[in-house]
């Protein structure tokens, strides 16, 4: 999801950018322009989609793993054994019903603060490892030939 979230938005920002440019019909450079801007923004944008898209999977998985467990009321209200068996679609349903739509994203806050950034950085580094490997190839002239 993230990496195909990932090249939508490069897509969406060179559209952008190639808009900008037609309309200021100059060869002026803009923010726009920033590869690594791009690859950061792009890739924070999709790491943060990518897993408020997940995340109720993601608690249920949660909810099955500690399912019959014993444990202490004071960390919160025991899960009922029967959850172990009931299925995915079923346990969300079921998490619906009883704490409504944003028990699907409870503790999304935490998981997005680390998700989102870690994408950013991971996208950006994996940009600049490309364009030096192309470059060090000498394939950058030549992709950079045919793009123009």
């Known amino acids: ?32 322009d920033d590869k690594q801007l791009q690859a950061f923004t792009c890739g924070l944008v999709a790491g943060l989609l990518a897993k408020l898209g997940s995340h109720p999977l993601d608690v249920a998985k949660k909810r099955y793993q500690v399912a019959g467990l ?5 960390y919160g209200a ?11 679609f079923s346990c969300l349903a079921d998490i619906h019903a009883k704490e409504g739509i944003a028990g699907l994203w409870k503790g999304s806050v935490p998981s997005i603060v680390k998700a989102a950034p870690s994408a950013a950085i991971t996208f950006t580094a994996y940009e600049a490892l490309i ?3 192309l470059a060090w190839t000498g394939k950058l002239e030549q992709q950079q030939a045919l793009q123009a």
């Open 78 to 88: 025991r899960v009922q054994p029967r959850l172990a068996v009931m299925p995915l």
């Open 1 to 32: 999801l993230q990496f195909g979230l990932y090249d939508s938005l490069n897509q969406l920002w060179d559209k952008a950018a190639a808009r900008r440019h037609a309309h200021l019909a100059s060869s002026s450079s803009s923010w726009l």
């Open 70 to 74: 014993t444990r202490d009321l004071r």
């Open 131 to 133: 364009g030096m490997l």
